[in-house]
C-alpha cells in the first residue's frame, strides 16, 4: 500500500527562522505531489502543487517544495516564517487517477 | 465560483444514533473522495466517486458507513449506527475528471463528536 511519511509532527520556530518540513513517500510510479495548508479554523488549502518539469516549484506565501525522485521525496521549505504561517501542514501524494494518500501532518507554531 | 460546501459544519450525537453527512462539490467536478481524521492521526481515505459510480470504497471502514452520489452532484455519508470511534472530521474533495494532474479540493469538513 502507498504511504506517506511527514517526519515532524511538532514544529516550534521563531519569527524569521527558516522551515524545512520532510515529506517521504512509497509509490514506484507517476505521482503528482502536493502540500496542503490548514490554518485555525479554516479549510484544507492548497500550499503548492508538482506535477512535472522543474523539481522546485514554487507556491503561495513564499514556500517552496522540492521533488527528489531518487530519495521519494517532497520536502517543503521557507527561509523566514512568519507568525500567520503557524498551521497544520499536510503532504500529500496522487498517483493520477487515483485517490489522494496523505501524511500524518505536521503542526507548525511560529513565535512572535 | 463556490467551493466544496459540506453540511453540517459540527454534529455531536449519541452511540447508536444515525448522521448524515452532506458534501456538495464544485460545479462540473466529477470525482469526489471522502476522507476522515481522526484526532491527531492521518487523513485517511475513505472512498472516491467518479460521477455516481463508486470508483474505490476500500476506505470505507465497515458497513455501517454508506455513501451515495445519486445524480453525480453532491454526496451523502450515513453513519447508522454511529459508534465513539467514528468521532473525527469528515473531509470531502472534488476535482475535475479527464485530466491526469489536478488538484483536489477540499470542503471545511464536518466535526463529528460521538458520545
Known amino acids: 500500500a502507498q504511504s506517506v511519511s511527514q517526519h515532524n509532527h511538532h514544529v516550534i520556530l521563531s519569527e524569521a527562522a527558516s522551515l524545512e518540513l520532510g515529506c517521504n513517500y512509497s509509490?514506484?510510479?507517476?505521482?503528482?505531489l502536493f502540500w496542503y495548508v490548514q490554518y485555525p479554523g479554516q479549510h484544507l488549502q492548497l500550499l503548492l502543487k508538482?506535477?512535472?518539469?522543474?523539481?522546485l516549484v514554487k507556491g503561495i506565501k513564499g514556500f517552496e517544495a522540492e521533488f527528489i525522485k531518487s530519495k521519494f521525496s517532497f520536502n517543503l521549505r521557507k527561509p523566514s516564517v512568519q507568525w500567520s504561517d503557524t498551521a497544520e501542514y499536510f503532504c500529500a501524494v496522487n498517483p493520477p487517477g487515483n485517490q489522494f494518500y496523505f501524511g500524518t501532518g505536521t503542526s507548525l507554531t511560529v513565535i512572535p | 465560483e463556490a467551493g466544496v460546501t459540506q453540511f453540517p459544519s459540527h454534529s455531536v450525537i449519541e452511540k447508536g444514533q444515525t448522521v448524515t453527512l452532506r458534501c456538495d462539490p464544485i460545479s462540473g467536478h466529477d470525482n469526489l473522495y471522502w476522507y476522515r481524521r481522526v484526532m491527531g492521526k492521518e487523513i485517511k481515505f475513505l472512498l472516491h466517486f467518479v460521477k455516481e459510480s463508486k470508483q474505490d470504497e476500500s476506505g470505507m471502514p465497515n458497513n455501517r458507513f454508506l455513501a451515495e452520489r445519486t445524480g453525480g452532484t453532491y454526496s451523502t455519508l450515513k453513519v447508522q449506527p454511529a459508534e465513539l470511534e467514528d468521532s473525527g472530521v469528515y473531509f470531502c474533495a472534488s476535482s475535475p475528471l479527464g485530466r491526469g494532474h489536478t488538484e483536489a479540493f477540499f470542503g471545511q469538513g464536518t466535526r463529528l463528536t460521538v458520545v
Open positions: 509509490y514506484g510510479g507517476t505521482v503528482n
Open positions: 508538482y506535477f512535472s518539469g522543474d523539481p
